[in-house]
């Protein structure tokens, strides 16, 4: 007499095969296979149920805390601010190195001039590479150094306010893709239409990346683009009409960020696959762009 237990599902069907999830027995009429064994009906739907839930909009993962890269963004952009507040402020050696001077800086008493290494020497000034002269990790460094107090906080402060809710709709990784991509932008913007001798430092422009971003999230959900237009608006004229605004960098975030997202907000689902290649695209253009500028100083 055979003594095997009967399908859950089908009482008459004896079976020695069980769920390899939850361990029930099953029939051949209700094997599903799996990665190993073979899966009951149930465990199969419930495990795309999770999977759909995991899965964003645009095909990203859905994280636990999406606010949590925002805050490792700040923890670096603030232990950046502090080694240059501790090495000198203004006048620490390592905002030489870390803020992107698109040729190279010559620091004098009352400011910058364009002067060449062995003049800005023989006049007893401070003399820093660029990213024209060979300093490339500039393009990044110079997105997470501050100098000005005000001006960390009010970065600080629209990461913290944009980027938890653009991850949870977008995902990590295609967030951070899009935050790089316009701080790329933003150098590539710094480097052909900016002073060449003048440093610059900030997140600003992988901040206006970040609007450009939720511009177009409102635009493709048909939201009220109203309030993001007039803060764009606001920052727009404090950018052109503050002294020692980088509004190059500002306009070439955005362009970049909101090209970006454009990838992949409007890409069909079908057409997917092609998010990450023309993302890198976008930025591999800013990166090119920034190369041949520093080529031809």
């Excluded at 020692?244 to 500002?250: C, D």
Aim: aromatic letters at 10%; a positive charge; proline letters at 5%.
């Amino acid at each position: 007499m055979d003594d095997a237990p009967t399908c859950y599902r089908h009482p008459n069907q004896p079976t020695r095969i069980t769920c390899q999830r939850c361990d029930r027995p099953i029939c051949p009429q209700c094997m599903v296979p799996g990665s190993v064994g073979f899966q009951c009906p149930e465990c199969v739907s419930r495990g795309m149920k999770e999977t759909r839930q995991r899965e964003l909009p645009y095909g990203g993962t859905r994280t636990a805390n999406p606010r949590t890269t925002s805050i490792v963004l700040i923890a670096i952009n603030l232990i950046v601010w502090v080694a240059v507040l501790l090495t000198g402020g203004h006048n620490s050696r390592l905002v030489d190195y870390l803020a992107m001077s698109p040729y190279a800086s010559c620091q004098g008493p009352d400011g910058y001039y364009m002067l060449d290494r062995a003049q800005c020497m023989s006049a007893n000034f401070q003399w820093a590479d660029g990213v024209g002269t060979g300093s490339f990790w500039q393009v990044i460094t110079s997105g997470f150094t501050h100098i000005d107090v005000l001006h960390l906080l009010f970065n600080m402060l629209v990461i913290w306010m944009l980027g938890g809710n653009l991850e949870a709709i977008l995902g990590r990784a295609r967030f951070l893709a899009i935050y790089f991509t316009a701080m790329i932008g933003g150098s590539a913007a710094v480097m052909w239409l900016s002073d060449s001798y003048v440093p610059v430092v900030g997140a600003s422009g992988a901040i206006y990346g970040l609007l450009g971003a939720l511009l177009l999230l409102a635009i493709r959900h048909k939201g009220d683009v109203r309030n993001i237009l007039i803060w764009l608006a606001i920052n727009v004229v404090f950018s052109f009409s503050v002294a020692n605004i980088s509004w190059q960098g500002h306009l070439g975030g955005f362009v970049a960020g909101a090209a970006a997202t454009a990838v992949i907000v409007f890409l069909p689902k079908d057409r997917r696959n092609l998010q990450w290649p023309l993302v890198a695209l976008i930025a591999l253009l800013g990166i090119a762009a920034i190369v041949v500028r520093a080529l031809t100083f």
